[in-house]
């Protein structure tokens, strides 16, 4: 059986994980907003987020910001619902981490 969409073949369950979303907790403009990343590749986050609607100009980096309803979809197509902590953690073993300025 093939993977889902945007997951490699030939990995675990916990390794095939690309795309990520962590909890939509970050209060901006009246709703709740969480990241979504990859720890894979950002040409694989890029595809993931414009099969969501979203405009590469509102990459951040390293990640996308996307509202509660987002996180909800893109969990629908196949990202993994993490936690914080957890995705700051693979997005920096997968050195897809972008350094802060200043």
Excluded: C, K, N
């Amino acid at each position: 059986m093939a993977p889902p969409p945007g997951r490699p073949e030939g990995l675990s369950a916990y390794d095939s994980t690309v795309i990520l979303v962590d909890d939509a907790v970050w209060p901006w403009r009246g709703r709740r907003w969480a990241h979504l990343v990859s720890d894979q590749s950002y040409e694989e986050l890029h595809a993931f987020a414009a099969r969501l609607g979203l405009r590469r100009e509102s990459f951040q980096g390293d990640h996308y910001d996307v509202p509660a309803g987002v996180r909800i979809e893109a969990i629908g197509l196949g990202a993994a619902a993490v936690d914080g902590r957890e995705l700051v953690r693979r997005l920096r073993a997968s050195g897809l981490r972008s350094r802060r300025s200043g």
